[in-house]
């Protein structure tokens, strides 16, 4: 196939995706997301085509929902705020989302849940995810550490698969790290979260972390994982100290 043939049969394949929806029936229905691209996340001319701009917001939304997270599981307005700490932690994560435009380029651009568990850690890290994206159109990826250090360790030796999935989380403009460290962690687990990290803290690029590690926790586990953490959160953190008073799953259950 040449290469003008092979232009061309993929510049049919994605006309032919768009012109499957009629314009004015979906518009009138009010049933696009975007009208720019008719949900199919390609701008097409007249010779060419391009990626839409709402493609890496329905990214995230697809990445989201793929980890099993729905918009009405986590909110701030269903957030449980069981002791004066965690109220903090809505306040904090109010003043994170409200303040990032201004902070997302410089080094202290991110944001630390610490501590307890139980204490909504994982909530309020969504809750800003799903509200980056929906409200800001801010394109998110979600990092569950288990899940993806598993997955990252399964396929190593695959080089294609693992460079564009860890690519993905070093260059993602915005990411979460749900429970950092959770579970037994070995020597390639911290190799890896640290290609991300490093990656990140070189750019100066934002994430959202929580962990059950405190800064301390984390100094003594990994000093070069956790003083890069420290440095990009100690603007925006929270460290919530190991008390059942702060686990809303021993009062609310």
């Not at 420290?230 to 609310?252: A, Q, S």
């Amino acid at each position: 196939m040449t290469e003008k043939t092979s232009f061309e049969t993929i510049f049919q394949r994605i006309k032919n995706i768009r012109d499957q929806y009629p314009t004015e029936t979906l518009k009138n229905k009010g049933s696009y997301k975007c009208f720019k691209c008719k949900d199919t996340t390609w701008i097409i001319n007249e010779n060419s085509f391009k990626r839409c701009d709402c493609y890496e917001i329905r990214d995230s939304e697809i990445f989201l929902e793929n980890s099993g997270i729905s918009d009405d599981t986590y909110t701030f307005s269903n957030f449980i705020e069981c002791s004066n700490i965690t109220k903090d932690m809505k306040c904090v994560s109010f003043d994170y989302y409200k303040n990032f435009e201004k902070l997302k380029d410089q080094k202290q651009n991110s944001l630390a849940f610490l501590g307890q568990s139980g204490a909504g850690k994982t909530h309020l890290s969504i809750a800003l995810a799903i509200n980056f994206i929906k409200n800001r159109y801010i394109p998110v990826i979600y990092l569950s550490y288990r899940n993806a250090v598993i997955e990252l360790k399964q396929n190593i030796l695959d080089e294609d698969f693992y460079k564009k999935k860890i690519l993905r989380y070093q260059s993602a403009k915005l990411l979460v790290i749900d429970d950092l460290f959770k579970g037994k962690t070995t020597e390639s687990d911290k190799n890896i979260i640290f290609e991300i990290i490093n990656y990140r803290y070189i750019k100066h690029l934002p994430m959202i972390i929580s962990s059950e590690y405190t800064f301390n926790e984390l100094l003594n586990f990994d000093e070069a994982i956790g003083s890069r953490i420290y440095e990009m959160c100690k603007d925006f953190y929270v460290e919530v100290p190991k008390d059942h008073i702060n686990n809303y799953r021993l009062k609310y259950d």
